[in-house]
């Protein structure tokens, strides 16, 4: 069974910084992918950032040059550092793997979801 574990988030003033992290843990072969999607209210989810297991990253428009995503590839944890956090930013933040568990098996699992809140 995997499950993917999220900490942090929380409620910060406009141009603070907040810090996500999700750690994967149970039966699998290999962790590819990893990253943050996040939705915010009456909105549909839209990815974040994702990392690859080699560290190449993507980021989307709207975060670039704020948020940073970085992984531990020994603890299975994935992190989301964010800078400069605008009221926009405010969403429920999910993180996913992509995870294979097994030679013939391999998909996307995610997190519960963590509430950013940025509001003055």
């Known amino acids: 069974q995997v499950r993917l574990v999220e900490s942090g988030g929380g409620l910060v003033q406009p141009g603070g910084s907040l810090s996500l992290s999700c750690a994967a843990s149970?039966?699998?072969?290999?962790?590819?992918?990893m990253g943050w999607y996040r939705q915010p209210p009456g909105k549909e989810r839209d990815m974040v950032a994702d990392?690859?297991?080699?560290?190449?990253?993507n980021y989307a428009d709207s975060v670039k040059g704020r948020f940073t995503i970085s992984r531990d590839n020994a603890k299975n944890t994935v992190y989301l550092q964010m800078n400069s956090l605008k009221p926009e930013d405010t969403a429920v933040y999910y993180c996913y793997a992509h995870i294979r568990t097994s030679v013939y098996y391999q998909r996307n699992y995610w997190g519960q979801g963590t509430q950013v809140t940025v509001s003055s």
């Open positions: 990392i690859t297991s080699g560290g190449s990253t």
């Open positions: 149970g039966s699998f072969v290999t962790i590819n992918t």
